[in-house]
């Protein structure tokens, strides 16, 4: 069992068309239902947005762990997360995630390598793994991970 370092904690009020707030107040938004999905869209936020802002953070983060535990200067970096939801078959809904990933500085072998790993550091790609559909590319790249 992983001993927890740090707890974030968030409340949901109206669901999708509602309100979420973390407990210290960093984070309060309004949400909306996109317009894919029915709603009116606009300039409020919706789950996936949220899950995509965090695993982007979070695996850009993973990244530069890679680097500073290989003496690797990252340099410029950048992660961009998109998360799509669709039916599964089974009458729920799931996810999946495509993660493009910027290494400038770095070669394609280097940056690939790196990539690769944080995709093992990750906590969020280790919490999905298995059960989220996830195509991390190294941008520009011919070939995915």
């Not at 695996?59 to 998360?83: L, P």
């Not at 495509?98 to 400038?104: D, F, Q, W």
Request: hydrophobic residues 40%; negative net charge.
């Amino acid at each position: 069992m992983m001993q927890a370092l740090y707890t974030a904690e968030a409340t949901a009020t109206g669901g999708r068309e509602g309100r979420v707030r973390s407990s210290d107040g960093a984070l309060s938004l309004e949400l909306a239902v996109p317009k894919e999905l029915g709603g009116p869209g606009g300039l409020l936020s919706n789950p996936e947005q949220l899950f995509a802002a965090g695993f982007a953070a979070c695996f850009e983060n993973a990244v530069r762990v890679v680097g500073r535990r290989r003496r690797v200067r990252i340099g410029e970096a950048s992660v961009t997360a998109r998360v799509s939801i669709g039916p599964d078959g089974d009458g729920g809904f799931g996810l999946s995630v495509e993660l493009h990933v910027r290494l400038p500085d770095l070669d394609q072998d280097d940056a690939r390598d790196i990539v690769a790993e944080a995709d093992r550091v990750c906590p969020y790609s280790n919490a999905v793994r298995d059960n989220v559909t996830v195509r991390v590319t190294v941008d520009p790249a011919l070939e995915v991970i």
